[in-house]
């Protein structure tokens, strides 16, 4: 299975702390996505990697790709009480027409 | 101006009864999919439909029926509800293959 596995499955931090979440995957991608999910919602596109990046960012997000390891980090910087919420990545497939693969999810919770 | 609607939001049923779930998408997008997501988190694929055409068929009982009368609509028909299938069905849809999903905001299906 390409389903990506995060973690932690859960965090909690205070405000203003960074959070960080890690990804792993197990089969070569064309790209790798997070999302955010706040509860009783669908899920937001955050910010997309390919497979040939290393680092992107995206305001207070900052996402890593490391091909050779099969993982991926998301960092949230100076973590507000509304960046509560499900983050999940993501994994496009090398291969065919494979939708999106999701991961299980971290549960982030920043207090104020 | 929702870019990904769907309706109902919640949907009580009966078990055996048939019931039906509509997904407007108005971005313009070619492929839109179908996940569930059960009580764990979990996303799994379950269809994906490429300008009305089916390329994605998950192993989904025959219950499920997607139907895409057109490139910005795809309905899922689900015949003989069982409570297994309980959950939140999310409806997205995607430019590319390999671009971000816009997600509605799903449907929550409780079978008694």
């Known amino acids: 299975s390409q389903q990506g596995e995060e973690d932690p499955q859960a965090l909690s931090i205070q405000e203003g702390e960074n959070a960080t979440m890690n990804c792993s995957y197990k089969?070569?991608?064309?790209?790798l996505q997070w999302y955010r999910q706040n509860s009783g919602r669908g899920l937001v596109h955050l910010i997309l990697?390919?497979?040939?990046?290393r680092e992107k960012h995206s305001g207070r997000l900052r996402v890593t790709l490391d091909t050779s390891k099969k993982s991926s980090s998301l960092l949230i910087t100076a973590s507000r009480a509304a960046d509560t919420a499900s983050y999940f990545c993501?994994?496009?497939?090398?291969?065919?027409?494979?939708?999106?693969?999701f991961g299980k999810g971290t549960r982030l919770s920043v207090i104020a | 101006d929702t870019a990904v609607s769907q309706t109902p939001k919640y949907l009580v049923t009966q078990m055996g009864n048939d019931k039906s779930i509509k997904c407007e998408q108005n971005?313009?997008?070619?492929?839109m999919y179908w996940y569930k997501q059960d009580s764990k988190k979990f996303l799994k694929i379950m269809f994906s439909?490429?300008?009305?055409?089916?390329?994605i068929n998950e192993t989904v009982p025959n219950r499920f029926s997607p139907k895409s009368p057109d490139k910005a609509h795809l309905n899922l028909h689900i015949n003989s509800l069982e409570l297994g299938d309980s959950a939140v069905y999310f409806c997205?849809?995607?430019?590319?293959?390999?671009?971000?999903?816009?997600f509605g905001s799903g449907t929550r299906l409780t079978v008694v």
């Open positions: 997205a849809s995607s430019q590319r293959q390999d671009s971000g999903y816009t």
């Open positions: 089969t070569s991608i064309n790209n």
């Open positions: 990697i390919r497979s040939n990046e």
């Open positions: 993501a994994t496009d497939a090398r291969s065919g027409n494979t939708p999106l693969v």
């Open positions: 971005l313009g997008h070619d492929t």
């Open positions: 439909y490429n300008n009305k055409e089916l390329i």
